[in-house]
């Protein structure tokens, strides 16, 4: 019974989570679809009293979202039949898709193998070990700023590269390239 | 031009709030919702560089080498739970708390639907599904053991100090490798997605390479060796789930691990046996209603529970 907070904190926050997941999905059903979903697991989100409440059902409310839009960008074109039923693992008909997937973490690990060691250990410690820009800048013996300041730039190298990885799959669409944004800084 | 220079500023104004959002407070949320909220493209930017966050989460990183000129500063060694600020206490509040009471042992967790991915020193990661605690060493980054739950292992490879790690009462020695691992303590399947691992066994190692299974249904008992393609190996990522001749009581149980849905079987379905792939959205509304369509039985919702009985009339 951890939670009975966490429900009250999450009903006072409704109109708020409602916001950020209308924006985030870009429609309000959607939105109240995840708020319900949010609300039906609310008991499994945490096995302890949250430190901040409300700032915590933000999380996940945004990563819910995220979810949401990674699994409608790969529903989009195969549609219907997601869920299904496959007697061998050869006759997979997202095949496509998934050597898509599988491009994009290439593309990523590929602009992360490029970047300056420090930019990559900051990269890795505030992403995958959760671990705070103070902390990071602790270890890295420099000041917050300057970890934040690696941080923007390893975030943007990355999304630099999936950018140009999308527009050689979709063809030249656009008029103005923007190559020189993959140089290494 | 000015077109493209807008967008580009947008793309890093998104960024900042991304790193800004990690420990956020009430108030940051709310001024990230009115920032959101002030033009469609800033959406669309946030959208594009969460994408692109997730990726670097699943991401391999290269293996860390000591920074230069960082020999006198403490070398701080994966506090995990006592790192500070407002992302830490987070962390801290979904783990299942895991101290051991002493030594350079230490446990990470995660609940029912929760993921996180775990970097040891060697450069070796870990994804950690839902429902699933392993126990690592600060003293030792090459070993680890999965008390419970389900994992993939990408190892970083050093023939002088192989990856040891143990399941269900069995050792498990990598050979250079992407492999997943579950086990509810007893129970143990080991997949290989790339290169090898040996797995420990009464009549000596039995080496397994890129596609090869091999799952026990307790331990002692029979080891079962298989194929796997090894795309679908560690599925439970990317949603996609494989099941081979198991009780549909298992493939409920291990919904719940992954996703935290809660769903009781009614009559004789828990031992009805299940076997094909069943491709998952981690949303119920969606993936439990197909999950009755494919074994052909009704479902109904009971507070946070859900309820799947047998379509077809029993006969009283």
Known sequence: ?185 | MIVSAEQADIIDRAIGWHLRLADADEAAWSAFVDWLEADPAHAAAYDRVAAGDRLIGGARFPAARPLPGNDDAPRRRWPWLAAGGAAAAVVAALTIPALTPAGSAYAVATGAGERRVVALDDGTSIEMSGGTRLRLDHADPRVATLERGEAVFHVRHDAAHPFVMTAGGTTIRDLGTVFNVASDGTALSVAVAEGAVEVGAAGGPVRLGAGDMLSRAREGGPAVKGRIAPDLVGGWRSGRLSFHDQRLAAVTATLDRLYGYRIALDGALPERPFTGMIRLSGTADRDIPHLAGLIGATWRRDQGRWILSDAQPSPR
């Open chain 1, 1 to 185: 019974m951890a939670d009975g907070g966490l429900r009250a904190v999450f009903l006072a926050q409704r109109p708020m989570l409602l916001r950020l997941l209308t924006a985030r999905l870009g429609n309000r059903d959607d939105a109240e679809d995840a708020l319900q979903d949010m609300w039906l697991r609310i008991d499994q989100l945490s096995d302890k009293p949250v430190a901040q409440p409300a700032a915590f059902l933000y999380r996940v409310a945004a990563n819910l979202a995220t979810d949401r839009r990674i699994a409608a960008g790969r529903r989009g074109a195969r549609d219907a039949v997601w869920l299904d039923i496959q007697s061998a693992p050869e006759e997979i008909p997202d095949a496509e898709r998934t050597m898509l997937a599988r491009g994009e973490w290439r593309e990523v690990e590929g602009a992360i193998a490029d970047m300056p060691e420090r930019m990559a250990t900051a990269l890795r410690m505030f992403r995958l070990e959760e671990r705070s820009q103070r902390a990071i800048a602790e270890h890295l013996g420099i000041s917050v700023s300057g970890v934040e300041k690696l941080l923007q730039r390893a975030y943007r190298k990355i999304h630099d590269r999936l950018d140009g990885y999308a527009e050689d799959r979709a063809g030249p669409r656009r008029q103005q390239g923007e190559g020189d944004n993959d140089r290494v800084g």
